[in-house]
């Protein structure tokens, strides 16, 4: 194989950048002569397929050098000879599916396979052979272009693919030709686009074509490999031809008795165009038909349908004939140089004689009658003729289907309605009867029309007064004011649409204090006829009504309205209407009767508090009296529970607050205090019962000993004392020689105290020196 420009001269190649980060390179000696090798793809020799050989300058050829082989492909698709440095293929290679494989390569010393230089990196490339045809991947296709399209309109592109290289030789370079849809198609050889290549190709002749294209490598030549692919083309409808007729002259038949709306014919436009150009429209001309008939269009088949628009009467007209234009409804401005895109074709119709049935002149009736109308009595009558020429007579009857209980009678010549039986509205409000007319001359032709009966209601109840019944007339009111407007109820129905008037009675109509004023919506008003009234004279007036209703028979009732005469501001406003008001005093005012009242108020209020302020005066004076000095304790009337006496209440607010100022002792917890010596214990432990009684005298006396809620109870014995306290309290129960001595400590407050219990104890001593004196 032929050598590639190699990266190394004379042993020394160019790599990486230089240490310091200049710009540059710095050559590195270096060993190998080596190329950039290639392969030939679907290699078919017996023999592996030789690659090249590799060499260093390192190598005497004394056998000191062995060559190794690493990398894509090494040992399996790639060997080496060690000692040559010969490489081969050993099998066939395919550059569709590996395009180049690149190895490493080094060489090594045979005896201590040390490295002799640096590992090298080489390429293999696959050399591409034109194995490969050109492939259509999206084939086949399918495209459409407008019929009467002109030459070289585009159509569509076919795109082949070839995977040999691209890049090598002619391998991939695909060219394009049609094999088969000649002379109607063209395809570019270089870009596969598809163009028409016949003009006014019309879709009416011919719709499909199938198009063969051939895609060639090697550029086209001789040896090139190809590949084929169809297309499917339509070509699409474009309005370029108008409807037609299929004959001039169109003759209908209509029996006179066809409804209005009816379809009474079809003709038919024929377009050769499909989908949207091909949609139709139907016109009358207008002329003798115009007006009796109308066309339209049925959207399924583009038939012509003729309706009815008017009714027929054979006996009037017997024929109409009239023209009809068929066009396009939407034209194309590139073909109306074609012609008018219209046809016209002529309709005649001839109507048929039918023996029609009687017609009603009108299509429903509707009647009213009163409930409980007597049997017999004629509520209206229906008329039905024959139109035909004959003209022959009509009788009429009830379906009974529609009067099975026989509420009402028709007479069969003149066509009245009347009452059979009495009517109950409360029972049935409607009946809906249905009225047949029958020709004398031919008994099968019938019409029918359907009649309703409204049963009216009977006005049973007479109106009365609506509320309020009572109204009220200033003392100070003046002639013709309207003091009280008043309405009217009627349990009748129905409520809407019912007319009431008011008026007075005949005979109160000489009635010098009021009158009735009816306003004429229903409503009336009290009206006075003189000036002032006075309660003193008369307080109340009864002032009769009389209603009447517009029902029938008309009802009519008399209410009696109550007028009470009231003391009024002089802007109208109400004061009183009490009947007390009147036997006051003329001069005495409603201000003066509230002043007065305010007052008997005020002195009871007075003395309320006059008769409180006494007692609450006694009853202070009594418990804060300075001289009082009773002991508290003699308020209970129990021995006390010891301490939950404390539990029970706040024994804190019984203290004195001045001795709470001082910081003096609570007697309410064990008091620190210095305990004075303890006499001694008798000696003689031999008698029992002495040594008890002196410890309980000594327990007796001692004050750190429980309970402490007595002593807690009462701090002080009142506020200002001259004799400070009296209590006999902290009294000894025995009388027992102590040092009192100890109470001096106690503050100023026990000064007394500590000099009663000092000249009792000295009292005691000299008694008992004078017994034992004696």
Same mark, same amino acid.
């Given at each position: ?5 190699? *990266?190394?001269?004379?042993? #020394? ?8 980060? $200049? ?106 052979? +034109? ?36 890049? /090598?030789?002619?391998? #991939? ?92 014919? !079809? ?42 628009? !008017? ?59 009163? *409930? ?59 009946? +809906? ?8 001359? +031919? ?12 049963? &009216? ?12 019944? *009572? ?58 006829? !003189? +000036? ?19 029902? /029938? ?15 009024? @501001? ?24 509230? #002043? ?42 129990? @021995? ?23 910081? &003096? ?29 002196? !410890? ?19 701090? /002080? ?5 001259? $004799? *400070? ?50």
């Amino acid at each position: 194989p032929g050598l590639s420009r190699g *990266e190394c001269v004379g042993g #020394a190649c160019l790599v990486g950048p230089m240490r310091n980060g $200049a710009a540059g390179f710095q050559r590195v000696k270096r060993g190998w002569v080596w190329n950039q090798f290639f392969v030939l793809e679907e290699y078919m020799g017996s023999d592996p397929q030789y690659v090249g050989k590799l060499h260093t300058d390192l190598d005497g050829g004394h056998s000191a050098v062995k060559y190794t082989l690493s990398g894509d492909g090494a040992g399996s698709i790639f060997t080496i000879d060690q000692t040559t440095g010969d490489i081969h293929a050993l099998r066939s290679l395919d550059r569709e599916a590996k395009p180049y494989y690149t190895l490493r390569a080094q060489a090594v010393d045979i005896d201590t396979n040390r490295p002799l230089e640096p590992e090298s990196e080489f390429v293999i490339k696959v050399q591409d052979i +034109n194995d490969n045809e050109p492939k259509f991947l999206e084939g086949p296709y399918t495209a459409t272009v407008p019929e009467m399209s002109p030459v070289g309109t585009y159509v569509t592109q076919v795109t082949a693919t070839d995977a040999d290289d691209p890049t /090598y030789g002619n391998s #991939a370079r695909v060219v394009y030709s049609i094999l088969h849809g000649q002379p109607y198609f063209s395809v570019d050889p270089k870009t596969g686009v598809i163009k028409t290549a016949l003009p006014n190709m019309d879709r009416e002749v011919k719709e499909q074509y199938q198009v063969l294209i051939q895609a060639k490598d090697m550029g086209g030549q001789l040896g090139g490999l190809a590949g084929t692919t169809t297309i499917n083309i339509s070509l699409s409808d474009v309005n370029d031809n108008p409807p037609r007729f299929s004959k001039s002259f169109f003759h209908l038949r209509v029996p006179e008795s066809s409804s209005v709306g009816s379809a009474v014919g !079809r003709i038919k436009a024929h377009d050769l165009d499909v989908g949207r150009n091909a949609e139709v429209e139907y016109t009358i001309v207008p002329g003798d038909g115009g007006a009796m008939f109308g066309i339209t269009t049925n959207e399924h088949n583009q038939e012509g349908i003729i309706i009815l628009k !008017r009714p027929l009467d054979y006996e009037s007209k017997k024929a109409y004939t009239f023209k009809v234009d068929a066009s396009n409804a939407h034209l194309d401005p590139r073909y109306q140089s074609f012609g008018a895109f219209k046809d016209t074709a002529t309709v005649k119709i001839n109507v048929l004689d039918v023996d029609e049935p009687p017609v009603f002149n009108k299509p429903s009736y509707v009647m009213d009658v009163y *409930e409980d109308t007597p049997a017999g009595t004629i509520i209206g009558a229906v008329t039905a003729q024959d139109l035909d020429a004959s003209s022959g007579p009509v009788r009429y009857s009830i379906d009974w289907k529609s009067d099975m209980d026989s509420y009402f009678d028709i007479d069969p010549v003149e066509g009245t309605i009347s009452t059979n039986e009495l009517l109950d509205r409360e029972s049935i409000a409607r009946h +809906n009867i249905s009225i047949v007319a029958t020709k004398l001359s +031919n008994p099968v032709l019938t019409s029918r029309v359907a009649v309703t009966v409204n049963v &009216l209601d009977i006005n049973e109840f007479p109106p009365e007064l609506a509320s309020p019944h *009572e109204t009220f007339v200033c003392e100070n009111a003046k002639m013709g004011q309207v003091i009280q407007t008043f309405g009217a109820k009627d349990e009748d129905l129905p409520t809407a649409g019912q007319r009431f008037s008011f008026k007075s009675p005949k005979d109160d109509m000489k009635n010098k204090n009021f009158t009735i004023r009816d306003f004429g919506n229903n409503t009336a008003g009290i009206v006075t006829k !003189r +000036n002032g009234f006075r309660r003193r004279l008369q307080e109340i007036y009864f002032l009769p009504v009389v209603i009447d209703d517009n029902g /029938y028979p008309p009802k009519s009732s008399t209410g009696t309205l109550t007028v009470r005469v009231c003391g009024c @501001e002089s802007n109208g406003s109400l004061l009183t209407c009490s009947a007390e008001a009147i036997f006051l005093p003329v001069g005495l005012s409603t201000g003066a009767l509230v #002043a007065i009242l305010l007052c008997i108020v005020i002195l009871l209020v007075i003395v309320v508090l006059y008769v409180g302020l006494r007692r609450q005066k006694k009853k202070e004076t009594l418990m804060s009296s300075k001289e009082d000095i009773r002991d508290n304790v003699i308020h209970y009337d129990d @021995e006390g529970g010891g301490e939950e006496d404390t539990h029970a209440f706040d024994m804190g607010t019984l203290r004195n607050p001045k001795v709470v100022k001082e910081n &003096l002792f609570r007697r309410d917890v064990k008091p620190e205090m210095r305990r004075g010596p303890r006499p001694p214990v008798s000696q003689d432990s031999a008698d029992i019962r002495d040594f008890i009684n002196q !410890r309980l005298k000594e327990h007796d006396v001692d004050n750190a000993a429980p309970p402490y809620d007595s002593l807690a109870t009462y701090a /002080y014995e009142g506020d200002g004392s001259v $004799a *400070e306290s009296l209590s006999s309290i902290d009294t000894l129960a025995v009388d027992v020689e102590e040092d009192y001595d100890y109470l001096d400590d106690w503050g100023p407050r026990f000064k007394t105290l500590a000099g009663i219990f000092g000249e009792q104890s000295e009292t005691q001593s000299d008694s008992t020196t004078t017994e034992n004196t004696h």
